[in-house]
């Protein structure tokens, strides 16, 4: 994969959900069971159900970064091309 602005903010979605899915995954182990959030058996199933989901997740993130990089590429686009029009007086 290329290292760009685009793919950076894919891989941050990713992670940010990977890590919000284990984080509640934890809390809910650690409330059902005699375990705590820090205990390895409790971190180490909530990480792969996270990683899991978003790896499922993935194509749904990666069209939203789509289409905000897109929205932001047009934008610039035209207030460039603003900024650099002739005046006329």
Not at 9 to 26: C, D, E, F, L, P
Not at 66 to 83: C, L, M, P, Q, V
């Amino acid at each position: 994969m290329e290292f760009t602005p685009r793919n950076a903010a894919k891989y941050v979605a990713k992670a940010i959900v990977h890590g919000t899915v284990a984080k509640h995954v934890s809390h809910v182990i650690a409330d059902h069971t005699r375990f705590e959030d820090d205990d390895m058996i409790v971190e180490i199933p909530s990480h792969m159900v996270g990683w899991y989901v978003s790896d499922k997740l993935k194509p749904i993130t990666d069209t939203m970064v789509d289409k905000a990089a897109d929205y932001i590429a047009a934008k610039r686009s035209k207030r460039n091309t603003t900024e650099t029009a002739p005046t006329e007086k």
